[in-house]
Protein backbone atom coordinates (compact mmCIF):
# COMPACT_ATOMS: atom_id res chain seq x y z
CA UNK A 1 0.00 0.00 0.00
CA UNK A 2 1.23 3.20 -1.32
CA UNK A 3 1.36 5.89 1.64
CA UNK A 4 1.29 8.94 -1.16
CA UNK A 5 -1.88 7.25 -2.86
CA UNK A 6 -5.65 8.75 -1.56
CA UNK A 7 -6.93 5.07 -1.14
CA UNK A 8 -10.21 5.09 -3.36
CA UNK A 9 -11.59 2.59 -0.18
CA UNK A 10 -10.32 4.28 3.12
CA UNK A 11 -9.89 1.69 5.48
CA UNK A 12 -9.67 3.08 8.90
CA UNK A 13 -7.73 1.11 11.20
CA UNK A 14 -4.70 1.47 13.37
CA UNK A 15 -2.75 -0.45 15.63
CA UNK A 16 -4.49 1.14 18.62
CA UNK A 17 -7.27 -0.80 17.97
CA UNK A 18 -5.67 -3.55 19.00
CA UNK A 19 -3.78 -1.98 21.84
CA UNK A 20 -5.78 -3.42 24.88
CA UNK A 21 -4.72 -7.03 26.25
CA UNK A 22 -7.98 -8.27 25.97
CA UNK A 23 -7.86 -11.86 24.03
CA UNK A 24 -11.63 -11.09 22.70
CA UNK A 25 -11.94 -11.55 19.52
CA UNK A 26 -13.76 -8.12 19.43
CA UNK A 27 -10.18 -6.65 19.92
CA UNK A 28 -7.95 -8.98 18.06
CA UNK A 29 -9.32 -9.70 14.66
CA UNK A 30 -9.19 -6.40 13.04
CA UNK A 31 -5.40 -6.76 13.19
CA UNK A 32 -5.70 -10.40 11.64
CA UNK A 33 -7.84 -9.21 8.77
CA UNK A 34 -4.90 -6.37 7.91
CA UNK A 35 -2.39 -8.78 7.84
CA UNK A 36 -4.86 -10.95 5.41
CA UNK A 37 -4.56 -7.66 3.09
CA UNK A 38 -0.91 -6.89 3.13
CA UNK A 39 -0.08 -10.68 1.84
CA UNK A 40 -3.55 -10.27 -0.84
CA UNK A 41 -3.94 -6.69 -1.63
CA UNK A 42 -7.16 -5.09 -2.92
CA UNK A 43 -7.22 -3.22 -5.27
CA UNK A 44 -8.49 0.37 -4.20
CA UNK A 45 -8.54 -0.39 -0.50
CA UNK A 46 -5.53 1.54 1.49
CA UNK A 47 -5.38 1.18 5.31
CA UNK A 48 -5.44 5.02 6.88
CA UNK A 49 -5.35 6.12 10.83
CA UNK A 50 -8.11 7.65 12.06
CA UNK A 51 -8.66 10.13 14.74
CA UNK A 52 -9.21 8.69 18.19
CA UNK A 53 -13.04 9.82 19.23
CA UNK A 54 -12.26 12.75 21.88
CA UNK A 55 -13.72 12.55 25.52
CA UNK A 56 -16.39 15.48 24.13
CA UNK A 57 -17.61 12.84 21.22
CA UNK A 58 -18.24 9.77 23.79
CA UNK A 59 -19.62 12.42 26.31
CA UNK A 60 -22.44 13.37 23.68
CA UNK A 61 -23.50 10.06 23.80
CA UNK A 62 -22.66 7.99 26.91
CA UNK A 63 -23.07 9.29 31.05
CA UNK A 64 -19.64 11.48 31.95
CA UNK A 65 -19.05 8.98 35.08
CA UNK A 66 -19.00 5.76 32.16
CA UNK A 67 -16.59 7.69 30.18
CA UNK A 68 -14.58 8.49 33.14
CA UNK A 69 -14.50 4.83 34.45
CA UNK A 70 -13.42 3.38 31.18
CA UNK A 71 -10.63 6.29 31.03
CA UNK A 72 -9.30 5.17 34.66
CA UNK A 73 -10.55 2.07 35.18
CA UNK A 74 -12.42 3.12 38.47
CA UNK A 75 -14.91 2.01 39.68
CA UNK A 76 -13.85 -0.96 37.90
CA UNK A 77 -17.07 -2.86 37.67
CA UNK A 78 -18.69 -0.08 35.55
CA UNK A 79 -14.93 0.38 33.37
CA UNK A 80 -15.02 -3.24 32.53
CA UNK A 81 -18.94 -3.64 31.46
CA UNK A 82 -18.63 -4.25 28.00
CA UNK A 83 -17.15 -7.71 29.14
CA UNK A 84 -13.79 -7.65 27.65
CA UNK A 85 -11.79 -6.56 30.95
CA UNK A 86 -10.31 -3.59 31.44
CA UNK A 87 -6.35 -2.33 31.17
CA UNK A 88 -4.92 0.61 30.88
CA UNK A 89 -5.06 0.28 27.06
CA UNK A 90 -8.57 0.05 26.73
CA UNK A 91 -9.25 4.01 26.24
CA UNK A 92 -7.21 4.02 23.89
CA UNK A 93 -8.26 0.98 22.18
CA UNK A 94 -11.90 2.00 21.77
CA UNK A 95 -11.58 6.06 21.17
CA UNK A 96 -9.23 4.29 18.22
CA UNK A 97 -11.98 2.26 16.61
CA UNK A 98 -14.69 4.65 17.83
CA UNK A 99 -13.03 7.74 15.81
CA UNK A 100 -12.48 5.06 13.22
CA UNK A 101 -16.56 4.98 12.92
CA UNK A 102 -17.14 8.62 12.50
CA UNK A 103 -13.96 9.39 10.01
CA UNK A 104 -15.61 6.42 7.92
CA UNK A 105 -18.68 8.21 7.69
CA UNK A 106 -17.78 11.53 7.56
CA UNK A 107 -15.13 10.31 4.48
CA UNK A 108 -18.22 8.41 3.11
CA UNK A 109 -20.20 11.47 3.72
CA UNK A 110 -18.00 13.92 2.19
CA UNK A 111 -16.80 12.18 -1.14
CA UNK A 112 -20.20 10.17 -1.61
CA UNK A 113 -18.03 7.34 -1.94
CA UNK A 114 -17.33 3.94 0.56
CA UNK A 115 -15.26 3.58 3.17
CA UNK A 116 -14.99 1.11 6.27
CA UNK A 117 -13.44 0.82 9.71
CA UNK A 118 -12.12 -2.00 11.09
CA UNK A 119 -14.01 -1.76 14.31
CA UNK A 120 -16.28 -4.03 16.35
CA UNK A 121 -18.13 -3.89 20.07
CA UNK A 122 -20.40 -1.22 19.16
CA UNK A 123 -23.92 -1.37 19.01
CA UNK A 124 -25.26 -2.86 22.29
CA UNK A 125 -23.11 -0.35 24.63
CA UNK A 126 -25.55 1.95 26.33
CA UNK A 127 -25.39 5.20 27.66
CA UNK A 128 -24.14 4.34 31.36
CA UNK A 129 -22.26 1.30 30.51
CA UNK A 130 -20.98 -1.07 28.19
CA UNK A 131 -22.78 -4.46 27.10
CA UNK A 132 -22.03 -7.45 24.79
CA UNK A 133 -18.34 -6.69 23.93
CA UNK A 134 -19.58 -2.84 23.11
CA UNK A 135 -17.66 -0.29 25.42
CA UNK A 136 -18.78 3.08 22.93
CA UNK A 137 -21.62 3.11 20.53
CA UNK A 138 -19.66 4.32 17.53
CA UNK A 139 -22.18 4.07 15.23
CA UNK A 140 -24.36 6.52 17.20
CA UNK A 141 -21.20 8.89 17.86
CA UNK A 142 -20.26 8.61 14.20
CA UNK A 143 -24.18 9.43 13.07
CA UNK A 144 -24.17 12.38 15.26
CA UNK A 145 -20.90 13.65 13.60
CA UNK A 146 -22.12 13.12 10.05
CA UNK A 147 -25.35 14.86 11.16
CA UNK A 148 -23.42 18.18 12.61
CA UNK A 149 -21.91 17.83 9.41
CA UNK A 150 -24.84 18.17 7.42
CA UNK A 151 -25.74 14.78 6.18
CA UNK A 152 -29.42 15.00 7.31
CA UNK A 153 -30.37 11.58 7.85
CA UNK A 154 -27.99 8.94 8.62
CA UNK A 155 -29.79 5.27 8.28
CA UNK A 156 -28.12 2.56 10.31
CA UNK A 157 -28.16 -1.03 8.26
CA UNK A 158 -27.26 -3.55 11.44
CA UNK A 159 -26.87 -7.21 10.12
CA UNK A 160 -25.05 -8.57 12.77
CA UNK A 161 -26.49 -11.52 14.25
CA UNK A 162 -28.02 -9.88 17.87
CA UNK A 163 -30.04 -6.99 17.91
CA UNK A 164 -28.68 -3.46 17.88
CA UNK A 165 -30.62 -2.83 21.16
CA UNK A 166 -28.03 -0.12 22.50
CA UNK A 167 -28.37 1.88 19.21
CA UNK A 168 -32.05 2.17 19.03
CA UNK A 169 -32.23 3.14 22.77
CA UNK A 170 -29.49 5.97 22.11
CA UNK A 171 -31.25 6.81 19.35
CA UNK A 172 -34.69 6.83 20.54
CA UNK A 173 -34.47 10.94 21.18
CA UNK A 174 -31.97 11.58 18.50
CA UNK A 175 -33.80 12.94 15.34
CA UNK A 176 -32.33 12.07 11.65
CA UNK A 177 -31.07 8.87 12.69
CA UNK A 178 -32.74 5.85 12.02
CA UNK A 179 -32.39 2.23 12.05
CA UNK A 180 -33.01 -1.40 9.86
CA UNK A 181 -32.26 -4.30 11.71
CA UNK A 182 -32.33 -8.13 10.62
CA UNK A 183 -31.00 -10.41 13.32
CA UNK A 184 -30.88 -14.00 13.74
CA UNK A 185 -30.00 -13.77 17.80
CA UNK A 186 -32.73 -12.35 20.44
CA UNK A 187 -29.80 -11.02 22.32
CA UNK A 188 -30.35 -7.02 22.74
CA UNK A 189 -33.63 -7.35 21.55
CA UNK A 190 -36.15 -4.05 21.47
CA UNK A 191 -39.20 -3.32 20.86
CA UNK A 192 -39.92 -2.26 17.00
CA UNK A 193 -40.68 1.05 16.27
CA UNK A 194 -40.94 3.44 12.81
CA UNK A 195 -37.42 4.59 13.54
CA UNK A 196 -35.80 1.42 14.49
CA UNK A 197 -37.55 -1.57 12.71
CA UNK A 198 -36.64 -4.57 13.57
CA UNK A 199 -36.96 -8.25 12.20
CA UNK A 200 -35.68 -11.75 12.62
CA UNK A 201 -34.21 -13.97 10.35
CA UNK A 202 -33.49 -17.96 10.40
CA UNK A 203 -30.92 -19.79 8.25
CA UNK A 204 -33.88 -20.74 5.79
CA UNK A 205 -34.87 -17.56 5.02
CA UNK A 206 -32.22 -15.02 5.66
CA UNK A 207 -31.56 -13.29 1.89
CA UNK A 208 -35.41 -12.96 1.93
CA UNK A 209 -35.63 -10.88 5.28
CA UNK A 210 -32.97 -8.75 4.37
CA UNK A 211 -34.03 -7.99 1.22
CA UNK A 212 -37.83 -7.40 2.37
CA UNK A 213 -36.01 -5.78 5.69
CA UNK A 214 -34.33 -3.39 3.03
CA UNK A 215 -37.20 -3.00 0.44
CA UNK A 216 -39.08 -1.51 3.96
CA UNK A 217 -36.83 0.90 4.45
CA UNK A 218 -38.75 4.43 4.32
CA UNK A 219 -37.68 6.91 1.59
CA UNK A 220 -34.41 5.54 0.90
CA UNK A 221 -33.17 8.62 -1.80
CA UNK A 222 -33.64 10.61 1.41
CA UNK A 223 -30.96 9.12 3.19
CA UNK A 224 -27.72 11.20 3.31
CA UNK A 225 -25.42 8.30 4.41
CA UNK A 226 -25.77 4.65 5.04
CA UNK A 227 -23.65 3.01 8.18
CA UNK A 228 -23.75 -0.20 8.28
CA UNK A 229 -22.98 -2.56 11.03
CA UNK A 230 -21.81 -5.70 8.73
CA UNK A 231 -21.57 -8.37 11.26
CA UNK A 232 -20.73 -11.76 10.42
CA UNK A 233 -21.85 -13.64 13.54
CA UNK A 234 -24.97 -14.77 11.69
CA UNK A 235 -22.45 -16.81 10.35
CA UNK A 236 -23.44 -21.19 11.19
CA UNK A 237 -19.80 -20.85 12.78
CA UNK A 238 -19.47 -18.01 13.96
CA UNK A 239 -21.86 -17.13 16.30
CA UNK A 240 -25.17 -17.68 14.22
CA UNK A 241 -27.27 -20.00 12.67
CA UNK A 242 -27.59 -23.35 10.57
CA UNK A 243 -27.99 -22.57 7.09
CA UNK A 244 -26.21 -19.11 6.35
CA UNK A 245 -22.89 -20.03 4.75
CA UNK A 246 -19.92 -17.81 3.44
CA UNK A 247 -21.88 -17.88 0.08
CA UNK A 248 -25.22 -16.98 1.68
CA UNK A 249 -23.29 -14.19 3.39
CA UNK A 250 -21.27 -12.81 0.01
CA UNK A 251 -24.88 -12.73 -1.68
CA UNK A 252 -25.85 -10.80 1.40
CA UNK A 253 -22.85 -8.25 1.24
CA UNK A 254 -23.76 -7.73 -2.87
CA UNK A 255 -26.93 -6.68 -2.05
CA UNK A 256 -26.68 -3.94 0.79
CA UNK A 257 -23.64 -2.40 -2.02
CA UNK A 258 -26.10 -2.85 -4.91
CA UNK A 259 -29.32 -1.65 -2.53
CA UNK A 260 -26.48 1.54 -1.89
CA UNK A 261 -25.68 1.87 -5.48
CA UNK A 262 -29.55 2.05 -6.22
CA UNK A 263 -30.09 5.11 -4.61
CA UNK A 264 -26.49 6.40 -4.95
CA UNK A 265 -25.57 6.33 -1.07
CA UNK A 266 -22.81 7.08 0.50
CA UNK A 267 -21.64 4.30 2.64
CA UNK A 268 -19.61 3.58 5.50
CA UNK A 269 -19.07 -0.31 7.35
CA UNK A 270 -17.93 -1.44 10.32
CA UNK A 271 -17.00 -5.08 11.13
CA UNK A 272 -19.03 -6.11 14.07
CA UNK A 273 -19.58 -9.45 14.92
CA UNK A 274 -18.01 -12.81 14.75
CA UNK A 275 -16.35 -14.92 16.16
CA UNK A 276 -14.00 -18.18 16.46
CA UNK A 277 -16.55 -20.11 18.46
CA UNK A 278 -16.82 -22.91 15.29
CA UNK A 279 -14.08 -21.77 13.20
CA UNK A 280 -10.77 -20.59 12.93
CA UNK A 281 -9.54 -17.15 12.75
CA UNK A 282 -8.15 -17.38 9.44
CA UNK A 283 -11.91 -18.19 8.36
CA UNK A 284 -13.26 -15.68 10.32
CA UNK A 285 -11.09 -13.07 8.34
CA UNK A 286 -12.68 -14.56 5.36
CA UNK A 287 -15.65 -13.82 6.32
CA UNK A 288 -14.79 -10.31 7.01
CA UNK A 289 -13.24 -10.22 4.32
CA UNK A 290 -15.74 -10.83 2.11
CA UNK A 291 -17.20 -7.50 2.91
CA UNK A 292 -13.84 -5.57 1.87
CA UNK A 293 -14.09 -7.37 -1.49
CA UNK A 294 -17.56 -6.51 -2.27
CA UNK A 295 -17.12 -3.14 -1.26
CA UNK A 296 -14.44 -2.43 -2.98
CA UNK A 297 -16.30 -4.19 -6.36
CA UNK A 298 -18.88 -1.56 -5.82
CA UNK A 299 -16.77 1.20 -5.31
CA UNK A 300 -15.28 0.07 -8.86
CA UNK A 301 -18.91 0.32 -10.53
CA UNK A 302 -19.49 3.30 -9.24
CA UNK A 303 -16.13 4.86 -11.07
CA UNK A 304 -17.00 2.52 -14.17
CA UNK A 305 -20.53 4.13 -14.52
CA UNK A 306 -19.50 7.48 -13.80
CA UNK A 307 -16.31 7.21 -16.66
ZN1 LIG B 1 -23.33 -9.91 17.28
Known amino acids: MNPTTVPVLPLFWSPAYTATASARETVTKSLHLVEDLERRPVAGVGIVAPTPATIDEVTAVHDAAFVEAVRTGEPRRLAASAGIGWDDRLWDSVTASTGGVRDAVLSAWRTGGIAGSLSSGLHHARAHEGSGYCTFNGLVVAARAALADGAGRVTILDLDAHCGGGTAALTAELA ?132
Open 176 to 307: GVDQTDVSVQHYDTYASRSDARLTFADGSDYLDVVAAAMAAVPDPGGIGVLLYNAGMDPHEGAGGVAGITADVLARRERMVFDWAAAYDLPVAFVLAGGYTTGIAMDDLVALHRITVEEAAAAVGRRMSDAA
